[in-house]
């Protein structure tokens, strides 16, 4: 079964095919979409088993031996640069490649009533497809190159689907967005990957013999690296440094962080089962996973930067949250500070509780992307949550599943989200004393998770409680084909701290070969005092938008707390205008300088110079052409020039 | 052993010939026959990857006639690992182009199907002469059938483009004439030889020997003499302009093949004669020219994003490509130099695909203006999909070609002395600029409405248009995923150029 790995990704990528060269010419409108339902589905499903079964396999291995390469075939071979296709299976991979199967899973069914109706579904379910494939690529690739693939595929992917809806020029601009955001963090990790091999002479995690050939790998001979340094006299810089801050670039692209988070809000654009699947639970976590991945070299210098990096996205976020009306705008806020939750983990060096939050996050954030999908579904394409509520009456279903995905996010206890954000506060608290910014780190964290509290008890009295504001829809509840998915995701978001509770430590244990952790402390303390926090900033975000100001709340009116803050209420929704001064500043400058290169300095410069020569020839010719006149009196005089000049020529020579 | 090379080479001036005979008004015979002898002569060449030896460094398929035996002037061709791909390329995009025409090109059909044979067997001949004074005339050669297709069948300021096109590159080949001349002079008196020898082979075999040993001095005029003609081919930054002008002008075919076969004779050139000749000058300009590369990779990135006509916007991003090509050459080493040959191909098959699609839609519209567009993708949606997978193989993507030769340069150009990570550091940056001009283009006119109504009746690609396409998409995608297949011929010979770059050069210091 382990050397079948490579089934796992290959299945949603044959789905991908079928519903790309196939499906699509389907006449008949409705077996197209029924067609293309069930061939992702069935695709990503056969995936989700086969991992399923390899899991199990790779559980009854001995624990180092818990580690499966697959070499398919040389990818990249030239010069001393080797690079196979190669997959591999380690506990690591594995859980995340459980997530993805798994939620991807019930995401695709979701989507076949979510989609329903929809004109090129066709397309919409190989793109789905294609992005679980490069998803597993990037989680089960055995070298950084590899992952590349996977990381720039998906990246790709999201640029399809955020842009889904292609006719909307917003849709349009928000993939375009995303892509070339996260370029730029591709780009650095180019560098990086480079500059990996130039140091280690490998792109290979970890060393394999195939066939006699033996690749390297370089996250055990990071050693290697140790103390040597690059830069100027008096400024140097350990090699681990460097390379990981490149690593962290990228991350702070594909999950959405300081200062490259603008794309993520924008990406909301693309479909709700988008938005839960890739821009929520998989692809924005692959950062985290990078980080989890590469380690070895990472250093304190750097651990300490990504560490703020994490906190601070994590309050921005959160502020940026309180202030949105959009109901997936608020879960995408949501999304970018859970991500910083899980990036300060990592810096913590907490790795596995940086997993452990990625896994339960992508469970319930997936359950209210989906949730919230119901919610818009059921009132008309409503997305403005001043023109919602008490919708709890009318899908019964959609609200409680979502309070329990609320209640998680918040961090009630015992569902998931306490479990999985308590150990890295509790960390926090515990490791004080390692580093002078834990601490302040500490307290960003604790203030971020009330603030998620309240936004979240925000958004439930603003969509579930209250009156109807907008009454040009008829909410109703949304198709089984939907709500299963969503009572199974909540029952997931219930049970899912199981994984690493205190005192079981089960993740802990499972990924012990490759983060060699200790199991986290429980400082009960810690988790009375959060859970008293968040219980009391949710209930006031309730409170406040379902009682207090119940009745100021009007379809495009000011929020209540407006009047209190002013100012900084319009910086908050405008998430601290970090994307307005970048519309500001480099976007124009851009622009403006290449429109001086096409303009001016192209033509008019360096052509200028070319055709200026061309010129120069021209005139000259023209004035040597003047010369050849035919008159003879002309042709005489330079004949006796000419003799003049011989005749002195031989006279001052002799 | 069979004569593969002269039959390749010649078979399309022979189609040319045939061309002649046939009567001037009936287009679709002329281009069918066109089209066959280009599609035998592809189908031909497809021995040499077959038949060639990846162990071996050497020319093969090597022919040798004596043709002006007092100056040692022969007749002599050979293949290798360096040019193996790009007579492929060659021979592959021919007959693309060809089939391209068959409903843009009306006016004197019978003559632009001669040309393009001709040109056909000029840029062969240049990727397989041996001797000097035989490349120097196949490249002249090359010339004179693109700049009659740009003045003839071009648009707009067609004349002023075949002009300056001529006049530009002419100037850098008189030059290149000079060098050649002069080696041979230098080579002969060096080795005490009675006559001289235009053979590539023998000056470059007694280069590596020591056997001719250049001044520096010398060696750098010669290199300079060299670096100037295949500079302007190329084209680096600053010699560029001739480009835009000349692709903005020429026919869709022309664009094609300029972009895809033409500007690869001036880093061919760059390997063949400068790193090869000229180890020693080639280390000593490698800093400078990474720059100029690093510059033009960045700039022309930079300047396509300000273009409103489409094919200018392509014509701007071959400056931008081609600096990649050239920083992976003067990386002078393996890694480097196996990714710029890798990406001369992949350039030629996704610009000229990029051309292509271009021409598709100046076909239907008569404009490559992006603002008279939108929404192409919902009334074309084959050719949507086709075209943004093109535009992601221009912009890099993983998976497919261009990101196996960018990788490969930018590798190479950081594990590089000459270079090093700096360089890497700024070119890297173009990678980003890609995705925002391609990208930029591909939402004016694939996504949005369809807000004009002369759009909203535009047929999708026809068969033959899908044919084109996806006979482009296959190797594009080989390439990304099985690069190896590519990079294992070239290997011998481009680790005998760097090495034998290696061993000189540590002599010299």
Not at chain 1, 82 to 104: E, K
Not at chain 1, 249 to 264: D, E, M, N, R
Not at chain 1, 501 to 511: A, E, F, M, N, R
Not at chain 2, 398 to 423: D, H, R
Request: charged share 10%; hydrophobic share 55%; glycine share 10%.
């Amino acid at each position: 079964m382990l050397d079948l790995i490579w089934l796992i990704p290959l299945l949603p990528f044959i789905g991908f095919l079928i519903n790309t060269l196939y499906t699509g010419r389907i006449a008949d409108v409705h077996t197209r979409e029924r067609t293309a339902g069930y061939v992702a589905v069935g695709a990503v499903g056969a995936a989700f088993i086969v991992a399923l079964l390899a899991f199990v396999q790779l559980g009854q291995l001995p624990e180092e031996a818990r580690l499966h390469q697959v070499v398919l075939w040389t990818w990249l071979a030239t010069g001393s640069l080797n690079v196979p296709f190669g997959l591999m299976l380690d506990p690591l991979a594995g859980v995340m490649m459980l997530l993805v199967t798994g939620v991807g899973t019930l995401i695709h069914i979701y989507s076949i009533g979510y989609m329903h109706g929809d004109k090129r579904v066709a397309r919409y379910f190989a793109y789905l497809n294609l992005f679980i494939t490069m998803m597993l690529l990037l989680v089960m690739g055995n070298n950084l190159l590899l992952l590349f693939l996977g990381w720039e595929g998906v990246g790709l992917c999201s640029f399809l689907l955020i842009g889904y809806w292609y006719e909307k020029r917003s849709a349009s601009g928000a993939a375009v967005k995303a892509f070339v955001v996260n370029r730029i963090g591709d780009a650095a990790i180019l560098l990086a990957m480079m500059a990996i091999f130039f140091y280690f002479g490998t792109l290979n995690f970890f060393t394999t013999t195939v066939n006699g050939i033996e690749y390297p790998g370089f996250i055990e001979e990071t050693s290697r690296i140790a103390g040597v340094t690059v830069g100027i006299p008096g400024q140097t810089f350990l090699i681990g440094t460097i390379i990981s801050l490149l690593l962290l670039i990228g991350v702070t692209g594909k999950s959405a962080q300081l200062p490259l988070f603008v794309w993520l809000p924008d990406a909301m654009a693309g479909p709700t089962p988008v938005s839960a699947l890739i821009h929520a639970a998989t692809m924005v976590t692959a950062g985290v996973y990078l980080i989890a991945r590469t380690h070895a070299i990472f250093t304190p210098t750097t651990l300490a930067i990504v560490t703020w990096v994490g906190a601070l996205t994590a309050i921005i976020a959160a502020t940026a949250a309180i202030a949105q009306w959009d109901i997936k705008r608020v879960l995408a806020y949501s999304t970018v500070s859970q991500l910083g939750f899980m990036v300060a983990a990592a810096g913590m060096g907490i790795y596995v509780a940086a997993i452990f939050h990625l896994l339960t996050h992508g469970v319930f954030k997936a359950l209210l992307f989906l949730g919230s999908g119901s919610v818009i579904h059921g009132t008309h394409e409503t997305q403005d949550m001043r023109r919602m509520g008490g919708l709890r009456e009318h899908m019964p279903t959609t609200f409680w599943t979502y309070l329990i995905g609320a209640l998680s996010l918040a961090g009630i206890v015992p569902l998931a989200g306490f479990w999985s954000k308590d150990e890295i506060i509790a960390h926090a608290w515990k490791h004080q004393g390692d580093a002078g910014y834990i601490l302040p780190v500490f307290f960003i964290l604790v203030l971020s998770s009330a603030m998620t509290a309240f936004y979240m008890g925000r958004q439930m009295a603003l969509v579930f409680w209250g009156k109807q504001r907008d009454h040009h829809y008829h909410p109703h509840e949304s198709p089984s084909v939907m709500t299963i998915p969503l009572v199974i995701l909540a029952g997931l978001t219930v049970l899912a701290g199981a994984l690493n509770l205190p005192g079981s430590h089960w993740l802990t244990d499972w990924l012990h070969p490759v983060m060699r952790e200790e199991a986290a402390q429980f400082s009960i303390g810690v988790a009375v005092f959060a859970t008293l926090l968040a219980a009391g900033s949710g209930y006031l975000g309730w409170w406040l938008y379902a009682v207090k100001f119940a009745n100021k709340i009007t379809v495009d009116g000011k929020d209540p707390l407006y009047h209190w803050t002013g100012d900084i209420w319009d910086s908050m929704a405008a998430a601290w205008y970090f994307d307005a001064l970048y519309n500001s500043t480099i976007v124009p400058a851009y622009r403006r300088v290449a429109g001086f290169f096409a303009a001016v300095f192209d033509p008019q410069g360096i052509d200028g110079i070319v055709n200026g020569v061309g010129r120069l020839f021209g005139r000259a010719s023209n004035g040597a052409r003047t010369l050849q006149n035919g008159f003879v009196r002309t042709y005489a005089l330079a004949f006796f020039l000419g003799v003049v000049v011989i005749i002195g020529y031989l006279i001052t020579a002799l | 052993m069979f004569p593969y090379l002269s039959l390749i080479l010649w078979l399309p001036a022979l189609g040319a010939l045939a061309l002649l005979a046939t009567p001037r008004e009936q287009h679709q015979t002329a281009r069918s026959i066109a089209l066959a002898v280009s599609l035998l002569t592809f189908v031909i060449s497809l021995a040499l990857p077959l038949r060639f030896n990846a162990a071996d460094p050497s020319m093969q398929f090597v022919e040798q006639v004596a043709w002006i035996p007092q100056w040692g002037i022969s007749y002599h061709l050979g293949l290798d690992g360096l040019s193996l791909w790009l007579v492929v390329l060659t021979t592959f995009l021919i007959p693309i182009a060809l089939f391209a025409t068959w409903n843009s090109i009306h006016a004197q059909v019978r003559y632009f199907q001669i040309l393009m044979l001709l040109l056909e067997t000029a840029m062969i001949g240049v990727f397989i002469a041996l001797d000097t004074i035989l490349f120097y005339l196949f490249w002249e050669f090359t010339l004179i059938p693109m700049a009659f297709m740009i003045g003839i069948w071009g648009s707009g300021n067609r004349i002023y483009a075949a002009r300056k096109f001529f006049l530009y590159t002419f100037a850098g080949s008189v030059l290149m004439l000079m060098g050649i001349i002069g080696l041979s002079f230098l080579h002969r008196d060096a080795t005490g030889a009675e006559l001289t020898s235009f053979s590539l082979t023998q000056i470059m075999g007694d280069i590596r020997t020591g056997a001719f040993a250049l001044e520096f001095g010398m060696e750098q005029l010669l290199f300079g003499l060299f670096f100037i003609a295949f500079a302007i081919k190329v084209p680096m930054w600053p010699f560029h302009t001739w480009l835009p002008d000349a692709h903005v002008q020429a026919p869709t075919a022309g664009s094609v093949i300029l972009a895809g076969v033409l500007l690869k004779l001036g880093t061919y050139g760059l390997i063949r004669f400068n790193l090869s000749l000229f180890p020693n000058a080639s280390e000593w300009a490698a800093p400078a020219i990474g720059i100029l590369a690093v510059i033009g990779i960045i700039y022309g990135a930079w300047i396509a994003f300000a273009q409103t006509d489409m094919k200018k916007l392509v014509a701007y991003s071959s400056v931008s490509h081609m600096g990649f090509i050239v920083l992976g050459i003067f990386a002078l080493n393996e890694i480097g130099i196996t990714g710029a040959v890798l990406q001369m191909v992949n350039h030629g098959l996704s610009t000229g695909a990029l051309f292509l699609i271009v021409g598709y839609i100046y076909e239907r519209r008569h404009t490559r203006e992006m603002s008279e567009f939108g929404g192409l993708w919902t009334v074309m949606p084959i050719y949507g999909g086709l075209a943004l997978v093109m535009v992601l193989s221009s912009v890099g993507l993983p998976g497919l070609n261009g990101f196996i030769g960018e990788f490969a340069i930018m590798q190479g150009a950081f594990i590089s002395p000459a270079l090093g990570w700096g360089y890497v550091a700024v070119s890297v940056i173009g990678v980003v600029l890609a995705a925002v001009y391609l990208l930029r283009m591909y939402r004016e006119t694939f996504m949005g409405e369809v807000n004009k109504p002369e759009n909203a009746e535009l047929k999708d690609l026809s068969g033959g248009e899908i044919g084109m396409m996806v006979a482009l998409l296959v190797p594009i995608v080989v390439i990304g995923l099985f690069p190896t297949l590519f990079f294992a011929p070239m290997q011998a010979s481009i680790s005998e150029v760097a090495q034998a770059f290696r061993s000189v050069v540590a002599e010299g210091q």
